[in-house]
């Protein structure tokens, strides 16, 4: 039966667009759960990065682990590996969530994605993920017996609960029809099957008959990042030196990527109706045949592979099994005690390291919320200071539960810029301060508004700041040099002031001395953006 003869099955336009919305929340909600075990995980930290990276382990000639050989620290790695993959490509589904609610969008808004939602009391899926009860979408769903729905440290519970997430379920009795539109779900793959009948069956009603252009509105950070020469996607995000180079059928290196090996993967949706169509299906079944939608395949098919090449020696990206697939060899792993988790440092403080986490991981929605209205990028680098954030959290005790809520960010806004807000201690107008006044955030290009810089430094590499530019007077939100707090040993990465303290230089441009104050617990522990000092300041 043609597209355009579908029958509806109770799918209308809005409730297909509600739907999408649905699936935004849905990826994001699975984010925090990944990287709050991944991040608990006892795994080395890489010297640059300061925070685990993926690194091979054992394994056969077919490319199976090889558990025989496994030490401690390989079982740690090796689940961390497959948990920190799944989280990122779960990043990747939100990208192409967010695209398609974009390119069905109605006339009369503009933007509808939303990852913090409005008002007083916003609630899913139009807010910040919380994790007292499943997404509502998913209210059919029924946890396993024993299992607990949390954020914690990766144990059998949260193996469990993982296998959980990445389960299809089995289909209600007749005369229920997967393809009719339902209020909830008994699994996110059946929310996804669907979805994808009922965007065809109203695409009509949904895309504009005339087509649509490539938009603003539509993000291709991923796919351009993959894209980048001489790195991929992983090692671009994670700074990972080791990885061999990749190979493609067209040459050697990244330049030499075909368009085939990502187009159905992070994607835009533009064109006449039918092409739209075609781009539109194709990002869906991405996310299914990497996740939710695998059911029992173990496989994914290559063209949805955004890394893999069968002459890698290390898959780093283990992309080419389905998040399900994954979860199943590591629920018998943590069953059978595999795994040591990080130990908090000497002097524990948790209420800093949960605030600088909870403040930075709702700068990253509030950045994402940005990107998809046409006001900036997806930071990637801002979701891997993420990673810093949560293990620094786990170092200084603080509990899984305070972890990843949302904070409301409106009494730092202040739209004018005269309030000053500041990125680190010693940075207000007096050069007294103990502490930043800045809602905290990772990563350049993520701070909530105008006025929260700390050098007065432009995020872009190609324009010099002007001299008489002083900390808190960046001109707009999202265009921040730094994160905030600015940790103790943060130098300039960009050409301009390369290898130069960032706050010795805000110190300098607000005729303070550069030798006070001393560096506070937090600012001493927080790990740098991409470049470090040789010594505290």
Request: net charge negative; charged share 20%.
């Amino acid at each position: 039966m043609s597209k355009d003869h579908l029958p509806h099955k109770g799918w209308t336009a809005d409730r297909v667009r509600a739907h999408l919305q649905n699936a935004i929340y849905l990826e994001m909600w699975t984010v925090p759960l990944y990287l709050t075990a991944a991040y608990s995980l006892d795994v080395p930290a890489n010297e640059k990065t300061h925070r685990p990276e993926f690194a091979p382990t054992p394994t056969k000639q077919d490319g199976s682990p090889d558990f025989d050989k496994f030490t401690q620290k390989d079982y740690n790695q090796y689940a961390f590996n497959n948990i920190l993959s799944v989280a990122i490509q779960e990043m990747l589904h939100v990208e192409l969530a967010g695209n398609l609610l974009n390119a069905v969008r109605s006339p009369d808004d503009s933007t509808p994605v939303t990852f913090t939602g409005s008002g007083a009391d916003p609630q899913p899926p139009f807010s910040a993920p919380r994790y007292d009860s499943a997404p509502a979408c998913l209210k059919d769903d029924v946890l396993p017996n024993g299992v607990t729905l949390r954020l914690g440290k990766f144990d059998e519970n949260q193996a469990l609960l993982f296998q959980w997430v990445e389960a299809e379920q089995p289909l209600p009795p007749p005369p229920y029809d997967i393809e009719e539109w339902h209020e909830y779900y008994n699994s996110i793959g059946h929310f996804y099957t669907s979805l994808m009948y009922g965007m065809k069956a109203c695409w009509a009603e949904l895309y504009p008959s005339g087509g649509r252009a490539q938009d603003p509105y539509q993000r291709d950070d991923w796919e351009s990042g993959a894209r980048q020469a001489g790195a991929r996607l992983l090692k671009m995000i994670f700074n990972q030196p080791t990885l061999p180079p990749l190979q493609s059928s067209a040459g050697a290196g990244a330049d030499a990527l075909d368009s085939t090996r990502y187009q159905n993967f992070s994607i835009k949706i533009y064109g006449a109706p039918d092409e739209a169509l075609v781009r539109a299906e194709a990002a869906m079944m991405a996310t299914m045949v990497q996740g939710e939608g695998a059911g029992k395949k173990k496989d994914i098919p290559h063209k949805f592979q955004p890394t893999g090449d069968p002459s890698d020696d290390i898959e780093v990206a283990l992309d080419k099994v389905s998040h399900l697939e994954r979860f199943h060899v590591l629920v018998k792993l943590a069953a059978e005690g595999k795994f040591t988790y990080v130990q908090p440092v000497e002097n524990p403080a948790p209420k800093p390291f949960l605030t600088a986490l909870n403040q930075s991981y709702s700068a990253f929605l509030t950045s994402l919320n940005s990107a998809f209205c046409n006001q900036g990028d997806m930071s990637i680098a801002a979701m891997a200071g993420l990673g810093n954030r949560v293990l620094q959290a786990w170092q200084n005790n603080v509990t899984a539960p305070e972890m990843f809520q949302w904070v409301d960010s409106s009494a730092f806004i202040d739209k004018t810029g005269a309030k000053g807000f500041h990125a680190c201690q010693g940075l207000d107008p007096a050069g007294t301060s103990d502490c930043a006044f800045g809602f905290y955030h990772t990563c350049a290009g993520a701070n909530m508004c105008k006025g929260q810089g700390g050098c007065g430094a432009l995020i872009s590499n190609t324009e010099q700041p002007p001299v008489d530019w002083k900390p808190g007077t960046n001109d707009c939100q999202g265009k921040g040099h730094c994160g905030i707090p600015i940790p103790a040993l943060q130098c300039f990465v960009d050409e301009n002031n390369k290898g130069q303290s960032v706050w010795e230089y805000a110190r300098t441009l607000i005729n303070q001395p550069t030798n006070t104050p001393q560096p506070n617990d937090l600012r001493t522990a927080l790990t740098g953006t991409g470049g470090e000092c040789g010594q505290s300041k």
